[in-house]
């Protein structure tokens, strides 16, 4: 487990935003990955809440290798392995399964999994995961809850997602068990779907210079 975590934290590299992304159309998927690249955003999270999804993985992984591609809302193992098969190197899910965490266990690529509660925490890094997801951010308590974690469960880092904005993006990042936020703010649905790519790459740029790295 401790190479999975220096291997999900190399591929991240300190990238302070990771852009959550939601695809409708796969020809969207090549443009989309270059502006993020072109904003300083390489590490990218291609959800699979479209039927696109996996296709546009597929698409980015060989016609991107500047970019770093993961999938994320991951449910299940059988979503683990279509995903990891399509070229994702590295996978987030909002939660965590006995079945989904066996499935990680097998395979090279690393898994960011969710968690929001000590319990769910402590069973995570009693499997050996020590950079989790905290999601929905927001929702859960945001800051002052993972301030509180940070005493108890000083071995865990989080990737908090859900709620996160440019706004408060970078409070979150002075925190030091935070190694990154998640967001879909840098690529809107609607820049998306109008094509527009120079947006993309602009936003991404100003998320890209939020600190950590
Ligand atoms: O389903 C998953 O695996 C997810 O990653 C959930 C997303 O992270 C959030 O839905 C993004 O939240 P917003 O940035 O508030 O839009």
Redesign the pocket.
Known sequence: MKNKTEKLLALLDGQPVIP?LKIGDVAHAVPLARALVAGGLPAI?I?L?TPAALDAIRAVAKEVPEAVVGA???LSGEDFVKAADAGSRFI???GSTPELLETAEKSDVPLLP?ATTPSEIMVLQARGYEIL?F??AEQSGGLPFLKALASPLAAIRFCP????SLKNAPDYLAQPNIVCV????VAPDADIEAGNWQRIEELAREASQLKKR
Do not use: L, Q
Not at 161 to 164: D, Q, V
């Open positions: 959550v999270e959800t809440r994320g809302t991951i987030v899910s909002p969710g997801k999601f929905p997602t859900g709620g996160i998640g967001g879909s703010w």
